[in-house]
């Protein structure tokens, strides 16, 4: 089945970097789009980042272009978002989650998460 | 601020039926049969219910429906039960500049 497994989060300060993996397994993970969603403690969620199939393609959310970066490696089935020059609204927990086929704007299996905590 | 407005709650009793909306713009909502429905226990995977305004994906209840009029999109949730209990997100396509996918703020559904 389907599997998606986060990990990687933790506590860092302000101004630091870290970097969040996704474990992908159960399917053909090259074949599609992944993307990277954020939920802040009491907000609701936000579109962080998305990656096509091959990697060619990325595109970011105003709030983490230039500082945060989308990346996979289709041989080892993983997701990756490098953050850096992290702020304290950065704080969510991180979900990787699938597109399937021709449908970037759909999120059709998603991990459990992994949070983020920024603080000084 | 999220892009779309959703009820922060919704209740009703079991068997019940509830429905719940979502309200954007011309640019999301109302100008694309983008429209999806994620169902959030806190703690767990988020999972989508309803895809492209009303289609079901295979596994997930009849009980749940999807519609979309103008710049609202609605879920409705029949014969409530008390595993319904969750909060539920909207999302759509955007065509606005960014970002290109946007959520609600959420919905929390209690079964009374």
């Known amino acids: 089945q389907v599997q998606l497994v986060e990990s990687g989060g933790g506590v860092v300060q302000p101004g630091t970097s870290l970097r969040l993996s996704c474990a992908a397994s159960?399917?053909?993970?090259?074949?599609?789009?992944m993307h990277w969603v954020r939920q802040a403690p009491g907000k609701g969620l936000e579109w962080v980042a998305v990656?096509?199939?091959?990697?060619?393609?990325?595109y970011y959310a105003d709030s983490v272009q230039g500082r945060f970066t989308i990346s996979r490696d289709n041989v080892e089935n993983t997701l990756d978002l490098q953050m850096s020059s992290l702020r304290p609204e950065d704080t969510s927990v991180y979900y990787c989650?699938?597109?399937?086929?021709?449908?970037?704007?759909?999120?059709?299996?998603w991990g459990q998460g992994t949070l983020v905590t920024v603080s000084s | 601020q999220s892009a779309l407005t959703q009820p922060a709650s919704v209740s009703g009793s079991p068997g019940q039926s509830i429905t719940f909306s979502c309200t954007g713009t011309?640019?999301?909502?109302?100008?694309?049969?983008?429209v999806s429905w994620y169902q959030h226990y806190p703690g767990k995977a988020p999972k989508l219910i309803i895809y492209?305004?009303?289609s079901r994906p295979s596994g997930v209840s009849n009980r749940f429906s999807g519609s979309k009029s103008g710049n609202t999109a609605s879920l409705t949730i029949s014969g409530l039960q008390t595993e319904d209990e969750a909060d539920y997100y909207c999302?759509?396509?955007?065509?606005?500049?960014?970002?290109?996918?946007?959520f609600g703020a959420g919905t929390t559904v209690t079964v009374l």
């Open positions: 990656i096509s199939n091959d990697g060619s393609q990325k």
């Open positions: 011309s640019s999301d909502v109302g100008g694309h049969n983008f």
């Open positions: 159960g399917f053909s993970f090259s074949s599609l789009t």
């Open positions: 999302s759509s396509y955007s065509s606005s500049n960014t970002p290109p996918y946007v």
């Open positions: 989650a699938r597109a399937p086929n021709g449908a970037w704007h759909n999120f059709d299996y």
């Open positions: 492209d305004v009303s």
